[in-house]
């Protein structure tokens, strides 16, 4: 039963440390007209920060305006990556 244990214990570590995102990872941040920001990420795929500095979704193929006026179009919906992002220094 110990054995059993520690061996789950042991695959479930990693795979937290696979889903592990660094800033490396991001291409580029781009903010939006409305206050948000968009980080493309190396792989092309994006992911949205909201004005409140919290990952939000955007729905894949939706247009957002730039700051400067310029139109791009969300490539993916990476939650996940972008919620990491902004809380890397709080989970341990």
């Known amino acids: 039963m110990f054995k ?3 061996a789950i214990l042991a695959l ?3 795979g937290v440390s696979a889903y592990a995102v660094d800033a490396s990872q991001v291409q580029k941040s781009i903010e939006l007209k409305d206050g948000s920001t968009v980080y493309i990420f190396k792989d092309g795929k994006m992911g949205m ?3 409140y500095g919290r990952a939000t979704y955007m729905e894949s193929g939706h247009v957002m305006e730039t700051k400067d006026g310029k139109k791009i179009i969300m490539n993916g919906n990476e939650i996940w990556r ?3 992002l902004l809380h890397k220094d709080h989970r341990g």
Do not use: A, G, P, T
């Open 49 to 51: 920060e909201d004005k």
């Open 82 to 84: 972008v919620d990491e």
């Open 4 to 6: 059993k244990m520690l």
């Open 12 to 14: 479930s570590s990693l």
